[in-house]
């Protein structure tokens, strides 16, 4: 058997912006997806969503890795098993981490040798394939690791503090809030355009932040960014509730992370103050996730 592990993510700026060529920087952290694979007589995909063949109803990204390598190699038979830390649909990436370790395990098991961009453009297309439209932000920072700009794929320092992530359990369709902001800039371009270039700004100007540690800054633009985000309307109350909570119990910032609409929201913070804005944002009525920025990318973690 074969276990590969990938990493979910969190935007520190830029999402939606990216999808109009603006610059975003995303951070992986260590909450992983594993998928294990071993040799069978027929294809099988197990998870917490439940067991099947090639499905593209329960499976979708899987399946569509699965055919993927039955065109390039002589896979007949294999049983994936999937085990995951990383919320369903909550804006961290699950998809692209089950997409990347799926591919990592059977470029390992089927000896086809991808390189990790090889891995990486893969997954982009998989997401593609079953999403209809997709940066290239989830599948890249999930399969390198570490802190990137995108789409320049530069590599920041790794984020030295806290990162506290919370979670509406507000299902929130990544497709759906794409196409909205789509809709209100065909609308009102002369006025949303330069909103989704404000946010774009914000991502080269925090490089050097990011890079300087100077958290205090990251956090005020984070903070600025949120604001830009409501006014493109895929905020939501219980994020505003959420990223309030935290900004006063000590975080240098808070703000969406990912398509919003529901999902996810996060906070960089003082490691001594990660308790105490976990704690705000549990009683404003978020699922919390304590973590941390990890570089590392998809890996075999057993042969
Ligand atoms: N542990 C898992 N096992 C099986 N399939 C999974 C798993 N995690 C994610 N998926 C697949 O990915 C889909 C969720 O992907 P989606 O892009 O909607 O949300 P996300 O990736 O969590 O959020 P975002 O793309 O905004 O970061 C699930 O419906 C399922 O098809
Ligand atoms: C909203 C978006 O920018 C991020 C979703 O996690 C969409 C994308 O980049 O594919
Ligand atoms: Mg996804």
Redesign the pocket.
């Known amino acids: 058997m074969i276990i590969c592990s990938a990493p979910g993510?969190v935007y520190l700026f830029g999402e939606h912006a990216v999808v109009y060529g603006e610059p975003a920087i995303c951070c992986a952290v260590d909450i992983r997806?594993r998928v294990s694979v071993a040799p069978a007589d027929s294809i099988t995909i197990s998870?917490?969503?439940g067991t099947t063949g090639i499905d593209f109803e329960?499976?979708?990204?899987?399946s569509a890795v699965v055919e993927r390598f039955q065109d390039i190699s002589s896979l007949e038979g294999v049983s994936i098993s999937?085990?995951?830390e990383?919320?369903?649909?909550?804006?961290?990436?699950?998809?692209?981490?089950?997409t990347i370790a799926t591919i990592k395990a059977l470029d390992a098991l089927l000896g086809t040798d991808l390189e990790l961009d090889d891995v990486a453009r893969t997954g982009h297309e998989v997401?593609q394939r079953i999403?209809g439209a997709a940066s290239q932000t989830?599948t890249y920072v999930c399969t390198m690791g570490g802190v990137v700009m995108i789409p320049q794929r530069k590599g920041l320092d790794l984020i030295d503090c806290g990162i506290v992530i919370g979670n509406t359990n507000i299902f929130?369709?990544?497709k759906e809030l794409v196409a909205n902001v789509a809709e209100l800039n065909e609308s009102f371009p002369d006025v949303i355009g330069p909103v989704l270039s404000s946010i774009g700004k914000m991502s080269v100007t925090g490089e050097e932040l990011v890079n300087a540690k100077d958290y205090v800054s990251v956090g005020k633009l984070m903070n600025i960014n949120q604001g830009l985000l409501d006014a493109i309307g895929v905020g939501c109350s219980e994020l505003s509730s959420f990223t309030y909570a935290a900004r006063n119990s000590g975080a240098y910032g808070a703000k969406i992370t990912?398509?919003g609409g529901g999902?996810c929201m996060v906070a960089i913070a003082p490691h001594e103050r990660v308790d105490g804005v976990a704690a705000a944002i549990a009683i404003a009525g978020g699922e919390v996730v304590v973590t941390k920025a990890t570089d590392i990318g998809v890996r075999v973690e057993s042969l």
């Not at 329960?58 to 899987?62: A, G, I, K, L």
């Not at 990383?86 to 089950?98: D, K, M, N």
């Open positions: 993510k997806t998870s917490s969503l329960t499976h979708p990204y899987v999937i085990e995951s990383i919320p369903v649909g909550s804006g961290l990436g699950s998809s692209a981490a089950v997401e999403q989830d929130s369709s990544t990912g398509a999902g």
